[in-house]
């Protein structure tokens, strides 16, 4: 069984940083590919960023690319998740994912992702 636990949301204003990690447990983490969605009050999850256990590859949502940057350091165990110029909008419940199949491509979609994490509340204020 595979375990996530992610941490590091809270409350900043618009313009500011969060960085957001998510601690997994339970397989061999540098055979995972990890992502992050994030899921706003009313809204569809959707997808933020992922990063290939392969070669540390990434992809980006459209809405994130430039402010956002996803790492890992298979030494802890952990994905990172930098936001930076976070905007209103980028308000939402934030929840890492592990796709443990060892995967060729990254995916974006949820479908992709077989362990799920409870999510880190990050709320940006106007």
């Known amino acids: 069984q595979v375990q996530l636990a992610e941490s590091g949301g809270g409350l900043v204003q618009a313009g500011g940083s969060l960085r957001l990690s998510c601690v997994v447990s339970?397989?061999?983490?540098?055979?995972?590919?990890m992502g992050w969605f994030r899921q706003a009050p009313g809204k569809e999850r959707e997808f933020v960023a992922a990063?290939?256990?392969?070669?540390?590859?990434?992809v980006y949502a459209d809405s994130v690319k430039g402010r956002f940057t996803i790492s890992r350091d298979n030494a802890k165990n952990t994905v990172y998740l930098q936001m930076n110029t976070l905007k209103p909008e980028d308000t939402a419940l934030y929840y890492c994912?592990?796709?443990?199949?060892?995967?060729?491509?990254?995916?974006?979609?949820?479908?992709?992702?077989?362990?799920w994490g409870q999510g880190t509340q990050v709320t940006v204020s106007s």
């Open positions: 994912a592990a796709d443990t199949g060892a995967p060729i491509r990254i995916k974006s979609s949820r479908g992709g992702y077989d362990y």
């Open positions: 339970g397989r061999t983490f540098s055979r995972i590919t």
């Open positions: 990063i290939s256990w392969k070669d540390s590859s990434t």
